[in-house]
């Protein structure tokens, strides 16, 4: 059973450099969101795509983020010039449709920012 | 803005007893889904249980079932029979149909099973 995976696992980075992070979602999902999770916090939506289109954003999605999904399968979130409170858990999760149809979540990309 | 509130940070239950963790959520809307995840230590979440607003029927699976309150805007998970790998963190979490891309999520309660 091949679930969402994300790449790297764990990313400790200097303050001011750009990263970016990796997520593969189940081959036949539509769908892909991208959620940030804090110490002690559920997580918090960030941004989804509907196949390679990018439909929605939250707020929460600074200008130093950009997502893509360039063919439609695999997707890159990038934070450039990060910041410390930038450190967070990185949760991917895909769904086939939408509605009650549940996401299945990755194991998160922890970024940790010196 | 919608609003799920999970008021246990953290629940304690016996081996093979039954715990229920509350969830509660602030909304106008009439027709939503609910949504109960686990997220063990150091691992991916996963769904346990879902319920359509419209349903009446609670949802239940297996040793899981919940409590919907629609009324009282009230969502709570009860674990029976509770086995030492239900110990995790959980979160209960609330999609808009008319805005279903976006799932809200409470703090999470966190679960420990005693032997």
């Known amino acids: 059973d091949t679930g969402v995976s994300q790449n790297p696992r764990h990313k400790i980075t200097k303050r001011g450099q750009n990263v970016t992070f990796r997520c593969d979602p189940i081959s036949e999902h539509n769908r892909l969101y991208w959620y940030r999770q804090t110490l002690g916090q559920g997580p918090e939506f960030l941004t989804y795509?509907?196949?390679?289109?990018?439909?929605?954003k939250s707020r929460l999605l600074s200008d130093r983020f950009s997502a893509e999904r360039p063919k439609g399968s695999f997707s890159t979130l990038e934070i450039q010039r990060t910041e410390q409170g930038d450190s967070a858990m990185y949760l991917c999760a895909s769904s086939l449709g939408s509605g009650s149809v549940p996401q299945y979540f990755g194991p998160g990309t922890r970024l940790t920012v010196l | 803005a919608q609003t799920v509130t999970q008021s246990q940070p953290e629940m304690s239950v016996q081996e093979a007893e039954t715990v229920t963790l509350s969830c509660t959520y602030d909304t106008s809307e009439s027709d939503y889904y609910l949504f109960w995840y686990k997220q063990p230590p150091s691992r991916q979440m996963i769904l346990v249980i879902r319920?359509?607003?419209?349903?009446?029927q609670n949802a239940t699976e297996n040793r899981f079932s919940v409590n919907f309150q629609k009324a009282a805007k009230s969502f709570s998970l009860k674990i029976s029979d509770s086995q030492l790998g239900d110990a995790a963190m959980y979160f209960c979490a609330y999609r808009s149909a008319n805005n279903n891309n976006d799932m809200r999520f409470g703090a999470g309660t966190r679960l420990t099973v005693k032997p």
């Open positions: 795509f509907q196949n390679e289109a990018q439909l929605e």
């Open positions: 319920q359509e607003a419209y349903k009446q």
